[in-house]
């Protein structure tokens, strides 16, 4: 059975609170709360939810200008 983004963000959001990565939760509770979020490259943990909604195939758009990734449901 195919499962929608949303219930799959919830699931990764549950696993990362269970393994300890905070900052990165919160970064993925964000987006399913607001229906978007903008990522810098500032922080580890930016990046690191920046690559976990890219292997999820999340919508997203780049502007390369101010080096911002804009990703939405």
């Known amino acids: 059975m195919k499962t929608s983004k949303r219930l799959q963000l919830k699931l990764k959001h549950a ?10 939760a919160w970064k993925l509770f964000s987006l399913l709360k607001r229906g ?5 490259y500032g922080n580890e943990a930016s990046c ?6 890219e292997k999820m195939g999340v919508h ?12 939405s449901l």
């Open 15 to 24: 696993e990362l609170v269970k393994a300890g990565k905070y900052e990165v």
């Open 36 to 40: 978007a979020i903008v990522l810098g």
């Open 48 to 53: 690191e939810a920046d690559r976990i909604l």
């Open 60 to 71: 997203f758009k780049v502007n390369r200008r101010w080096g911002i990734v804009t990703y």
